[in-house]
């Protein structure tokens, strides 16, 4: 569903991406591994059209969409979540709900908030209370949900375990992976990589703006370099 | 009645100018662009509107028509233009515009009449017309605060990178918010040209970023309602105040600072917060 093939990012003359070639398909999750300043969160920036690309290549469904306004890249049916379970805090639950549905038929926008509503029931409690007011756990649902109004065929996670609580993390890993079992395809940064393995079907390690590591969880696993650099040496040991 | 308004009709003429003018700025203030070009294309407005009258003798609203194609051409340029600049910088920047244009009007020689102004751009422009233009924007603006636009200019103000990601067109809109901050600022200078049949350099200067600003400030920013506030208490304060004399200028800039620091949402927030509290009386124990 998504292909990125070599893509190279820049700030000036600093190579933050250099040649990362990755994919995510339908009803799969992707999971993308690395340390602080490996490129993850520019990956998934410069394919959603939030940085521009040097080169490479990114197919949606087969057709190009390097280069394109990122709002027409909603309308193509990838959305990103960025970092910080970013929600527009004085607005209602509802509305942000809304705003994230507006790029599709009115209708089926409709009928996808209340699929959202079903699956986090939490928002449709609170969905006339502020945003801002959420706890953080709910916040990441919301912009979960919030994407999902759009009806999506690739997500783009950024950390969305990031600074939430144990309990938290867990149930918002869950969603991940049911919104993946629904038919989307997911590519998701986590700095959890035990339980970001536990959901992933494949995974992709970056080292220094590169692709080092493809291949399925079972293997990531087993492979020895991923377990010694993200899941610590009790791992290799146990 | 009729004796009051016709003793006030030069206030009643002002507040409404004061209208479109501060609502120029509110306009790109909500979508979170601190631009003060409204105040810039107030001056093109005006000097437009006295040249094609007494140049060409169009009729007013032509004139006014003309000032405001021409305030928006150059709002749309300066948008590309401008467009990397955030927060006080773009404010700078903007009032360079309306300050740049003070002096070429004092250096444009004849066509601009120099440090004297124009004179004598009569027109039938009629109160009645100002305020029938004041209520169409005003109409239109709050049109724009519901719905799809009005959400779409909330997550732009708030989060530009996340309204992105969301699918908000928001470079277009911050543009549009430009071009419109434009039209409404060129249609008041030329508005108050026609109803003054004058025009000079210091009615386009520095004063008016300041009556702008203390207006949105103390009226309250996120809505054409604040504006409207702002418009009609600067408008008739000053008649109220006019017992303070020399000390006018001191009671403003207090309000104003007071308003800034205590009420940033001015007095339209004030309002607000206070039906919603007659609405919903507060919970026992109540919520952090």
Excluded at chain 1, 78 to 85: A, K, T
Excluded at chain 1, 183 to 197: C, K, M, Y
Excluded at chain 2, 96 to 122: D, H, K, M, P, R
Excluded at chain 2, 138 to 158: F, N
Aim: net charge neutral; charged share 15%.
């Amino acid at each position: 569903m998504l292909e990125i093939e070599d893509l190279r990012v820049s700030y000036g003359s600093v190579e933050a991406v250099r040649g990362v070639s990755a994919r995510a398909s339908e009803g799969r999750v992707t999971l993308v591994l690395g340390a602080n300043g490996a490129g993850k969160s520019t990956t998934l920036r410069a394919v959603a059209g939030l940085v521009p690309v040097r080169s490479g290549e990114v197919r949606l469904g087969g057709a190009p969409i390097v280069g394109r306004a990122p709002h027409r890249i909603v309308r193509d049916g990838l959305v990103l979540v960025p970092e910080g379970r970013r929600v527009f805090a004085p607005l209602t639950v509802e509305e942000n709900l809304v705003l994230g549905g507006y790029t599709a038929p009115r209708a089926q926008a409709q009928q996808t908030m209340e699929h959202v509503y079903a699956m986090f029931p939490v928002l449709r409690e609170r969905r006339r209370g502020a945003a801002g007011l959420l706890s953080g756990g709910e916040q990441q649902m919301l912009a979960f949900g919030r994407a999902l109004m759009s009806s999506p065929r690739v997500m783009l996670l950024d950390e969305p375990s990031m600074g939430l609580a144990p309990a938290m993390v867990e149930s918002v890993l869950g969603a991940v992976r049911e919104m993946a079992d629904s038919g989307i395809a997911l590519l998701v940064v986590e700095q959890n990589a035990e339980l970001g393995l536990e959901i992933a079907d494949d995974v992709v390690v970056l080292a220094r703006g590169e692709a080092v590591f493809h291949g399925s969880a079972a293997e990531a696993r087993s492979h020895a370099s991923v377990v010694r650099a993200f899941l610590g040496d009790a791992a290799l040991t146990g | 009645m009729i004796a009051w308004y016709e003793a006030n009709v030069v206030l009643i003429q002002s507040m409404f100018i004061s209208l479109l003018l501060a609502l120029s700025i509110q306009v790109p203030f909500r979508a979170g662009v601190f631009s003060l070009a409204g105040i810039g294309s107030y001056g093109i407005g005006a000097y437009t509107a006295a040249i094609v009258t007494l140049q060409l003798g169009w009729p007013p609203f032509a004139a006014i028509g003309a000032g405001m194609l021409l305030a928006a051409v150059i709002a749309y340029l300066l948008a590309l233009v401008l467009a990397r600049l955030s927060g006080l910088y773009l404010g700078m920047a903007t009032i360079a515009y309306s300050l740049i244009l003070s002096v070429a009007v004092i250096n444009g020689g004849e066509l601009t009449g120099g440090a004297q102004g124009l004179f004598g751009a009569v027109s039938d422009l009629q109160t009645g017309h100002v305020v029938a233009v004041a209520v169409a924007a005003v109409v239109l603006l709050a049109l724009s605060e519901r719905g799809r636009p009005g959400r779409w200019i909330d997550a732009v103000r708030e989060d530009p990178e996340l309204a992105v990601s969301v699918g908000v067109p928001v470079t277009a809109i911050r543009q549009l918010s430009f071009v419109v901050g434009g039209l409404l600022g060129a249609c008041a200078g030329a508005m108050n040209t026609l109803l003054r049949t004058t025009v000079t350099p210091e009615e386009v200067g520095f004063h008016l970023v300041v009556l702008a600003l203390t207006m949105i400030i103390v009226g309250g920013s996120r809505s054409w309602a604040g504006a409207l506030i702002g418009a009609v208490v600067f408008t008739w304060l000053p008649t109220v105040l006019a017992f303070v004399g020399e000390w006018q200028t001191l009671v403003y800039g207090v309000v104003v600072a007071v308003a800034a620091i205590f009420v940033p949402t001015g007095i339209l927030g004030l309002a607000q917060d206070f039906v919603r509290r007659l609405r919903r009386p507060a919970l026992p124990g109540g919520r952090p």
